[in-house]
């Protein structure tokens, strides 16, 4: 049977995205807004599927005035308000939650589970209110996902791998993780402009016996990886294209550069967005 090829690429890191099928959704959690939040933001107004989960709430609140210095602070906590704050609720400051209230946003209380993680509440909600035909199209951008506590970032890797079937991107200033499903080849579309040249694929939940790749500067050619062995860690990306194939799931991490991210941009209005 053929396998399907999965096509990736990080033009919302661009201020203008090419024309694609994709349509974008934003998590924020509470670690430091990256910044390029604005830009990812502005990507996601047609889906209107902007989470907040929990504290995340506290840094859109708090940060996201400070990448519009010359501008007023209400002003920029009006026109960046999330659609849903949801988690267990035991970070978000009170007055931030009565804010956001009163401009309508819904706050969903789920302090009752305790087995799930805050980002795994917030992809829960995206994926239900997601109809299944729309899924594949889907892109869930996760900021905050990545530095701080080295629990939160291994149970935010364990959360994209148990939705390996969705496309879930965990980003920080500085870098990038997703997860390449073995269901697929895959394809990812460089955008040197913004991402690389460092990369790495990174096996996980069980070892690769066999992975293949082109476009790297160590190319891989039916290799065998596993923790305790070899990882293609500290890899470099060669040209516009790198092509992946595995027995096993993979993460798939690359650099982010600094700067040429234009975070000033006015968002569409409300009006002239449609799905």
């Not at 500290?234 to 982010?256: C, E, H, R």
């Not at 600094?258 to 967005?273: F, K, L, R, W, Y």
Request: charged letters at 20%.
């Amino acid at each position: 049977m053929e396998v399907m090829k999965m096509h990736h690429s990080t033009a919302f890191l661009l201020p203008s995205i090419p024309l694609e099928p994709l349509t974008y959704a934003l998590v924020v959690l509470n670690q430091r807004l990256p910044r390029f939040t604005p830009l990812l933001w502005n990507h996601c107004l047609a889906a209107k599927l902007r989470v907040c989960a929990d504290g995340g709430a506290n840094r859109l609140y708090d940060e996201m005035p400070q990448f519009f210095s010359q501008q007023d602070p209400l002003h920029i906590r009006h026109r960046y308000k999330p659609d849903v704050i949801k988690g267990d609720m035991d970070s978000i400051r009170e007055e931030v939650l009565n804010f956001y209230a009163k401009l309508g946003c819904d706050a969903i209380d789920e302090s009752n589970d305790q087995d799930t993680t805050d980002l795994h509440k917030c992809i829960s909600h995206i994926s239900n209110l997601t109809p299944d035909v729309e899924k594949s199209n889907l892109c869930v951008l996760v900021t905050g996902a990545l530095g701080g506590r080295f629990d939160h970032e291994a149970g935010n890797i364990n959360v994209i791998c148990r939705f390996s079937s969705m496309r879930i991107i965990l980003l920080s200033d500085d870098c990038l993780i997703q997860v390449l499903p073995k269901t697929h080849h895959h394809q990812i579309h460089i955008q040197s402009s913004v991402v690389g040249p460092h990369c790495g694929l990174i096996p996980i939940g069980m070892p690769s016996k066999k992975s293949t790749t082109t476009g790297l500067k160590w190319n891989l050619t039916d290799t065998e990886m596993k923790f305790g062995g070899l990882v293609s860690t500290s890899n470099i990306v060669t040209g516009d294209t790198v092509t992946v194939q595995s027995d096993s799931d993979l993460l798939w991490t690359i650099s982010i550069k600094s700067g040429n991210h234009d975070v000033t941009a006015e968002p569409i209005p409300q009006h002239e967005i449609t799905r």
